[in-house]
T-cell receptor, first 120, second 113 residues
Framework: GNSVTQMEGPVTLSEEAFLTINCTYTATGYPSLFWYVQYPGEGLQLLLK?????DKGSNKGFEATYRKETTSFHLEKGSVQVSDSAVYFC???????????????????FGQGTILTVHP | GAGVSQSPSNKVTEKGKDVELRCDPISGHTALYWYRQSLGQGLEFLIY????????KSGLPSDRFSAERTGGSVSTLTIQRTQQEDSAVYLCASSPHRGNEQFFGPGTRLTVL
């Protein structure tokens, strides 16, 4: 079955520090990969995604590259801010062909989540 | 436009009671998902509806859990004879046909005493 493993948290950094949150996956096919973020008191929201090998997802200064050879999708940011404090989830979904040459994306398999705290 | 909404936001119940949790997806989204977020298990998939296809129930933890989706829109997750281990935040998400972003609701926090 599919699985996602994230680095253990919590992670505590000072403002402007470099961030890496490791994520590796196991999947039977060729999944799409995602990072979701949950800010305090808010719901889950998509941070970035990559749908095939070597794709780089980016948003709000965060980046992650889909590495098929190492089955990884590590999240990075060059300079974190206090407002980045949140819980980060790595996730995958299997891609299945659908009608008219399209692709359907199914259920998400999540990692355990990593709590990030950024201090001023 | 409105996002995914869920009700109630909080539910406290006694062990052995039945509960119903509601999800209103984003209008026009054909796919609807239920997940559970708990301290011990993280985020787990429960059930997935896609259009008129038979739902994927592979994540339901026991036969006390069931869900339906009426008219391809609103969904209700029912937990019968609740147990303390059912305490969790239940999240609903929807996505457009062939879309790959799932939009999550705020969740229902269920506490079983």
């Amino acid at each position: 079955g599919n699985s996602v493993t994230q680095m253990e948290g919590p992670v505590t950094l000072s403002e402007e520090a470099f961030l890496t949150i490791n994520c590796t996956y196991t999947a039977t096919g060729y999944p799409s990969l995602f990072w979701y973020v949950q800010y305090p008191g808010e719901g889950l929201q998509l941070l970035l995604k990559a749908t095939k090998a070597d794709d780089k997802g980016s948003n709000k200064g965060f980046e992650a590259t889909y590495r098929k050879e190492t089955t990884s999708f590590h999240l990075e940011k060059g300079s974190v801010q206090v407002s980045d404090s949140a819980v980060y989830f790595c996730a995958l979904s299997e891609n299945t062909p659908s009608g008219a040459g399209g692709t359907s994306y199914g259920k998400l398999t999540f990692g355990q989540g990593t709590i990030l705290t950024v201090h001023p | 436009g409105a996002g995914v909404s869920q009700s109630p936001s909080n539910k406290v119940t006694e062990k052995g009671k039945d509960v119903e949790l509601r999800c209103d997806p984003i209008s026009g989204h054909t796919a609807l998902y239920w997940y559970r977020q708990s301290l011990g298990q993280g985020l787990e998939f429960l059930i997935y509806f896609q259009g008129n296809s038979a739902p994927d129930k592979s994540g339901l933890p026991s036969d006390r859990f069931s869900a339906e989706r009426t008219g391809g829109s609103v969904s209700t997750l029912t937990i019968q004879r609740t147990q303390q281990e059912d305490s969790a935040v239940y999240l609903c998400a929807s996505s457009p046909h062939r879309g790959n972003e799932q939009f999550f609701g705020p969740g229902t926090r269920l506490t079983v005493l």
